[in-house]
């Protein structure tokens, strides 16, 4: 009964949640193109501009297919949205770590 609730409510939620922080990262990201993001400017440095430029589309992307993971796919499968959106986010924490 308890697991059943987990998996109908909370779950959907969470992930709804994450969706919801994705989004608002992507939208930053592509606000700040010629802002001072952190330490960094993304206007002199053309690589850190691609790479925000690259994780906000697939931020958007992995948004969307969550969206739609959510809607028409049982809630075990929202497992997929919170990997590539956790793997995007590392990859650019990565990047712009190792430029």
Do not use: D, Q, W
Not at 52 to 63: A, D, E, F, K
Not at 64 to 88: D, E, Q, R, W
Request: proline share 4%; charged share 5%.
């Amino acid at each position: 009964m308890i697991k059943e609730l987990i998996m109908n409510i909370i779950v959907p939620i969470a992930v709804a949640i994450f969706i919801g922080l994705l989004i608002i990262l992507a939208v930053y990201l592509l606000t700040h193109l010629n802002k001072s993001f952190l330490i960094f400017n993304p206007a002199a440095t053309p690589r850190l501009r691609a790479s925000m430029i690259i994780t906000s589309i697939l931020l958007l992307v992995t948004c969307l297919g969550g969206i739609l993971i959510l809607i028409f796919l049982p809630a075990k499968m929202n497992l997929i949205t919170l990997i590539v959106g956790s793997m995007v986010t590392a990859g650019f924490a990565l990047a712009i770590n190792f430029k």
